[in-house]
């Protein structure tokens, strides 16, 4: 999958590229990742990606002009993609949707910064804003990157067969359960049993009632959305009369 990254900012891309789960995955190629400066694409001797809002007001807005440039560029530099404007005015990203767009071959993400982009561009250029909560930072870049990592680990080959994105606990709709790792004892706090047994079966199973259990004391919401097979109501049954307060 190949993400082309609209962004006033492109070092700040770098900072993900050479760690972990995507520095893998770009080494490996299962993705790309290609930056596109509008500063580039401003005709002026002044470079200039930015001006004085209309009405007034504080602050300076992106203009039109080298954005619509630089994501025309990036569109004609590989196959057809969506373009992405990160903004807290988006359908906010949940694992759905990270899905939805791990099964695209390309995706332009549109990174604003000052006081956003001439609303003229949106309508232009843009196919979908996208949100990672409601919450706004200085600019698209940190949300773009959120975006790239939960997509990338659910392409095939990013994470090992042994940390399958498919068996995160939230592909399953659910929350985590908890990790351990050594000492077995901790300041007298024990691994659970389980977990030392070897029993595969009642490992998986202890997992899943963990993260029914957690999922129905901090977001019964989810388990509201998810339904539960004839199992997981059992297990989870047994884990609310253990916590019934
Ligand atoms: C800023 C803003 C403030 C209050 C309500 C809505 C808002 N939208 C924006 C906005 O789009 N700002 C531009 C992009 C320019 C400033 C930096 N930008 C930004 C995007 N800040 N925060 C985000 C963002 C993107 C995705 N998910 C959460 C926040």
Redesign the pocket.
Known sequence: MRFDVITLFPDMLSSIMGYGVIGRALDAGHIQLVTWNPRDYATDRHRVVDDRPYGGGPGMVMKVEPLRAAIQAAREAAAPAPVVY?????ETLDNTGSQRLAELERVILL???????DERLIDLAVDQR????D??????EL?AMVVIDAVARLLPGVLGHADSAADDAFAQGLLDWPHFTRPEVIEGRAVPPVLLSGDHEAVRRWRLREALGRTWLKRPDLLAQRGLTDEEQALLDGYRAEHKD
């Open positions: 990160l903004s807290p005015e988006g990174c604003g910064r000052y006081e956003g982009v996208l949100s990672i909560g919450y706004v930072v200085s600019g698209g949300p």
